[in-house]
């Protein structure tokens, strides 16, 4: 019962096993074939590979061929572009700006010069050739712009008639701000795009065209008012002294100081701040070498007459010295180039200040006669005129006179010119300028009267005569000086005309030393000497106590004296004399001789008991004769 259950469970298991068996070997046929099919798989890929090989590689080549002729055909756009922008901008460049417009031009220019740089730095040799084509065009369109800068310029450069501005104290004319700003961009972009900068100290092209351009225009409109500073120093009298503002150097000046000052501004409002002076030194050349040959002409004509018109060159000095400083402090150029226009001048105006007092001593030593009354004579009056005059040119006068130094007008040198050796005393730049005119009068003054008395006693008879017309003389400066400018400057001059005025006094007073001799008695010893107390004098004691002798001693002094003195009043009514000065001698007298004739008169007077054989004036007589002398 047991054996039948256990065979069919064996049963079972077998046959599953037999199902498994039949897989495996299935599975064994399975891996064979597909074995087979890798094998033969392998071996098409081998002959695949094989044929696909080269043609893969061809491929690659050809790829690789192909980006080459795209990057090769990039280049040769790059070359064609600057061949190609060369010929769109020379269609530009090689027109006239104002064709074009002022504006796209100069943006070609732009477009050109970056090109140019661009081009360079590829340092390429096959763009050579393009380089220098469009560095050509480059300056070819840099002069174009330059003909446009010169051109605007010329259109505003018409030449005015400065006179006008003058006469109605209007603004000299400027560069209108349109046309500022236009030069202005035109002369960026010259200088931006020139072939090569300026060498140092040369401009640049703009300020080349504007100093010739505007320099033409300044030299023109300046040269009617140069003919005039010419015209107007002829003269037609030649002993005529120069009036202050007849010659057109005053117009000239102010013309100049204005259209520079003009100019100036419309250089700002073009060039950098670097450039103003530059160009107005070169702007204003050509008309400043026709202002110092205008100074030159008029120095030759104060030579040829220094003495009359040596205020023309004080005038000069004066003029353009304001003018030069005013220039200065407006633009801080051109004052060394007014300083050597004014050179020869300055020079001519420092050296008459000698030559006039050497002239004064000539003719002093030159005059063969004077007046035989006494009265002045006009050298007097022509030298304080002279000084009169000077005051009216005190600023350059008293310059000059600090170039000299004090003292140095009257130096051997003084009248040289520029080849004179300087003294210590001309680098004293702390001189009181008017001090130095106070001394430079004073010692003209001096000359002047020493000069006067040397000829007077020469040519003059008689003390008394010479101090009278020395005595005319010196009022006469006095005088002059008083009623002019010179009073306030010629304080310190007044002690040494008192001087004067006591020498001259007692040499009038000379002559009429003889008849006071006679008023000056011996005492005997019993003559009665003169009462301390105040007591009046006893003629007729004092008389009796005299020998019959010394009576008639008194008695001839009396007469002598009367002749004497009346011979002495006719002399001093016939002299002509200044008012001032028949006062002040008139009283000199009264006061020498009143003091003696009340003395005698009071001792001696009784001598003729009152019948005026010898007593021809009493006290009172005396006194009112005297008087009248004033």
């Known amino acids: 019962m047991m054996v039948a259950p256990r065979r069919g469970v064996y049963a079972e298991e077998a046959a599953e096993v037999e199902v498994l068996n039949a897989n495996v070997d299935k599975l064994k046929s399975l891996r064979k074939k597909i074995g087979a099919s890798l094998a033969r798989l392998e071996e098409s890929g081998r002959t695949v590979q094989e044929a696909i090989g080269p043609v893969y590689g061809n491929t690659q080549r050809l790829q690789t061929m192909n980006t080459n002729i795209e990057r090769i055909q990039e280049v040769i756009e790059k070359f064609k572009a600057p061949l190609e922008q060369r010929d769109r901008e020379e269609r530009i460049l090689r027109s006239r700006p104002d064709r074009v417009g002022l504006q796209e031009y100069m943006s070609s220019i732009d477009r050109t010069s970056l090109a140019l740089r661009n081009l360079k730095t590829t340092n390429i040799k096959s763009n050579q050739q393009a380089v220098s084509d469009l560095s050509g065009l480059l300056q070819v369109g840099i002069q174009n712009l330059e003909d446009v800068f010169r051109d605007i310029l010329r259109q505003e450069s018409q030449p005015i008639e400065p006179l006008k501005q003058l006469t109605t104290k209007t603004e000299f004319p400027r560069l209108s701000s349109n046309k500022s700003g236009q030069l202005r961009t035109v002369n960026q972009h010259i200088s931006a795009h020139a072939s090569q900068g300026p060498k140092p100290g040369e401009l640049t092209p703009s300020a080349r065209a504007y100093a010739h351009e505007r320099g033409q225009y300044v030299t023109l409109s300046l040269q009617n008012l140069a003919t005039a500073s010419l015209s107007t120093a002829r003269k037609v009298n030649a002993d005529a002294v120069y009036k202050q503002g007849s010659n057109g150097i005053g117009h000239y000046a102010q013309g100049i100081q204005g259209m520079y000052t003009a100019e100036y501004d419309s250089i700002s409002a073009i060039f950098t701040r670097e450039e103003w002076g530059p160009v107005l030194q070169a702007t204003c050349q050509s008309s400043l070498a026709t202002f110092a040959s205008t100074l030159g002409n008029l120095d030759t004509h104060v030579k040829s007459n220094l003495l009359t018109d040596c205020y023309l060159a004080y005038e000069i000095v004066d003029v353009v010295s304001n003018t030069s400083l005013q220039l200065e402090n407006r633009t801080g150029e051109l004052k060394y180039a007014m300083s050597d226009a004014l050179k020869p001048v300055r020079e001519t105006a420092k050296s008459s200040l000698a030559t006039l007092l050497n002239d004064l001593r000539t003719k002093l030593s030159q005059m063969q006669s004077l007046p035989t009354d006494g009265s002045t004579v006009p050298i007097t009056s022509e030298v304080m005129t002279r000084l009169q005059l000077m005051t009216s040119y005190l600023p350059p ?144 004691a004092i008389l009796k106590s005299l020998s019959s002798k010394e009576k008639e001693a008194i008695k001839e002094k009396w007469k002598t004296f009367n002749t004497q003195f009346d011979e002495l009043v006719a002399k001093h009514k016939s002299y002509r004399m200044e008012s001032e000065v028949r006062r002040q001698l008139g009283k000199d007298v009264q006061t020498f001789m009143e003091p003696l004739y009340t003395r005698f008169w009071d001792r001696y007077h009784e001598v003729d008991k009152g019948k005026g054989k010898y007593v021809k004036y009493d006290k009172g007589q005396m006194s009112g004769t005297l008087s009248s002398l004033a």
């Not at 004090?406 to 009248?415: K, T």
């Not at 007044?494 to 007073?509: C, E």
Request: one cysteine or more; a positive charge; proline letters at 5%.
């Open 397 to 540: 006068v008293c310059s000059l006179l600090r170039s000299l130094g004090d003292g140095g007008w009257s130096a051997p040198s003084a009248g040289a010119s520029s080849t004179s050796i300087p003294t210590v005393k001309s680098f004293d730049v702390g001189a009181d300028g008017k001090q130095l005119f106070s001394h430079y009068a004073a010692d003209t003054i001096e000359v002047l009267l020493t000069g006067l008395e040397s000829r007077a006693k020469n040519l003059l008879r008689g003390r008394s005569l010479q101090g009278v017309f020395l005595a005319n003389n010196i009022c006469v400066v006095e005088r002059m000086i008083r009623n002019s400018e010179l009073d306030p400057l010629l304080t310190s001059a007044q002690p040494k005309l008192d001087a004067w005025k006591r020498k001259v006094s007692n040499a009038y007073l000379d002559a009429w030393s003889e008849p006071s001799k006679l008023l000056l008695d011996v005492q005997s010893k019993n003559t009665p000497r003169p009462s301390s107390t105040g007591t009046a004098i006893d003629s007729s």
